[in-house]
T-cell receptor
């Protein structure tokens, strides 16, 4: 079953604007990861944030994690048309296998 | 990083038949997983492919329907058995690479399956 819910389900912005996507989950986690999927393509790993971290940056990406609220956000700054894709959060279970459970995803469209 | 390849990339199958999907990783990995992504949906974990032992299946998935092999640290197969149109999905192989304190889970390009 899906653990995570993401909002919004769809987001449309102009190039240059910032895009924020949110993810909520239900159980305790080891880490949370964000992935991008271009239409009809495989998943690309974007960033991982551990349960003891609160914020992480990678290039134009900023991820926050609030374990007390069981939520995370992904911010893409200065968006580009090439950022158009589906974005998924995935939570890794505690334990050695750390299987990923994916959220429902946000479809981001960046208009040129 | 890891490069994961899957074969076939896509297939169209008749109901009642079976299809075996192969997954090859370009380096040895401890953990491999199989996911399903139904049209317009997110990914759902089918099972963890354990090297040298039976796969660990998630709720709603059973070995008779989705037998998995993992003969070594770089290869795994997933069979979709006795297929029905409801099995039409993208099936993705995944492998986790751990380097020091960091880890990344990589995904193959997926196998698009259409069952008629």
């Amino acid at each position: 079953s899906q653990q995570g819910e993401e909002d919004p389900q769809a987001l449309s912005i102009q190039e240059g604007e910032n895009a924020t996507m949110n993810c909520s989950y239900k159980t305790s986690i080891n880490n949370l990861q964000w992935y991008r999927q271009n239409s009809g393509r495989g998943l690309v790993h974007l960033i991982l944030i551990r349960s003891n971290e609160r914020e992480k940056h990678s290039g134009r990406l900023r991820v926050t994690l609030d374990t007390s609220k069981k939520s995370s956000s992904l911010l893409i700054t200065a968006s580009r048309a090439a950022d158009t894709a589906s974005y998924f959060c995935a939570t890794a279970r505690s334990g050695s296998a750390r299987q990923l459970t994916f959220g429902s995803g946000t479809q981001l469209t960046v208009l040129p | 990083s890891a490069v994961i390849s899957q074969k076939p990339s896509r297939d169209i199958c008749q109901r009642g038949t079976s299809l075996t999907i192969q997954c090859q990783v370009d380096s040895q990995v401890t953990m491999m997983f199989w996911y399903r992504q139904q049209p317009g949906q997110s990914l759902t974990l089918i099972a963890t492919a354990n090297q040298g032992s039976e796969a660990t299946y998630e709720s709603g998935f059973v070995i008779d329907k989705f037998p998995i092999s993992r003969p070594n640290l770089t290869f795994s197969t997933l069979t979709v058995s006795n297929m029905s149109p409801e099995d039409s999905s993208i099936y993705l192989c995944s492998a986790r690479i751990t380097l020091g304190a960091g880890e990344t889970q990589y995904f193959g390009p997926g196998t698009r399956l259409l069952v008629l």
